[in-house]
């Protein structure tokens, strides 16, 4: 079956890196996904991998990827009170015809000064 | 802001009532998925829609059904309300479903059940 696991809480010092991890179980995933919902709204794209990629960089995001252990995680470099979020894995499961993210239950990540 | 609106912002009601909830897609976007968030459940998906049928179902219980129109816009409507169905139900959009699916959230609904 699809489970998306990742811890609950995170909490760094500002300017530290912020590490989440996430596991997975459908191996025929083809991209993962990391979505951020600030407080009160609704969840927003942060990056994605494709499956064939081990790591992606984005300004202070790295997404790296272990398809042998079903395995993504998160780092944001120099982190900022900003970034206080709840950050949600995804993988894609399909479905009945469509590819659908399935989400794990989000890591609330707490920056303190 | 992601462009897909959703009414009401808060709904309260009491048990064994009937509610509607609404989504309007991002101009453009034929596919409309709907999730239940809930802190002992996570974020649950229920159902997909794409351009008027339905696609991809989830973890939805069978008061629950939702439909898409004609102007793409969709409803998921839910009957016989119980506690346990307060929770903040998502709306999110895509282009297509195709293998890489961005999804678009709207800001949600939050549904209190007294």
């Known amino acids: 079956g699809e489970d998306v696991e990742q811890s609950l809480f995170l909490s760094v010092r500002e300017g530290d890196s912020s590490v989440i991890n996430c596991t997975y179980t459908?191996?025929?995933?083809?991209?993962l996904y990391w979505y951020k919902q600030e407080p009160g709204a609704g969840l927003q794209l942060l990056t994605y991998i494709f499956s064939n990629m081990d790591m992606k960089q984005d300004q202070r995001l790295t997404v790296l990827l272990n398809k042998k252990d079903k395995h993504l995680s998160l780092r944001i470099a120099d982190t900022q009170t900003g970034d206080s979020a709840i950050y949600f894995c995804?993988?894609?499961?399909?479905?009945?015809?469509?590819?659908?993210?399935?989400f794990g239950r989000g890591t609330s990540l707490i920056v303190h000064p | 802001d992601s462009g897909v609106t959703q009414t009401p912002k808060h709904l309260i009601t009491a048990t064994g009532q009937r509610v509607t909830l609404r989504c309007s897609p991002r101009s453009g976007d034929l596919s409309v998925y709907w999730y239940q968030q809930s802190l002992d459940q996570g974020l649950q998906f229920l159902i997909q829609?794409?351009?008027?049928?339905?696609?991809a179902k989830g973890n939805i219980l069978e008061r629950f059904s939702a439909q898409q129109f004609p102007d793409l816009h969709s409803e998921l409507n839910l009957s016989s309300l119980e506690l346990g169905d307060s929770a903040l139900y998502f709306c999110?959009?895509?282009?297509?479903?195709?293998?890489?699916?961005?999804?678009?959230f709207g800001p949600g609904t939050r549904l209190t059940v007294l």
């Open positions: 829609y794409y351009n008027g049928e339905e696609r």
């Open positions: 459908d191996s025929s995933s083809t991209y």
């Open positions: 999110a959009s895509s282009v297509a479903s195709l293998t890489y699916n961005e999804q678009f």
């Open positions: 995804a993988e894609n499961v399909f479905r009945g015809g469509s590819y659908i993210p399935t």
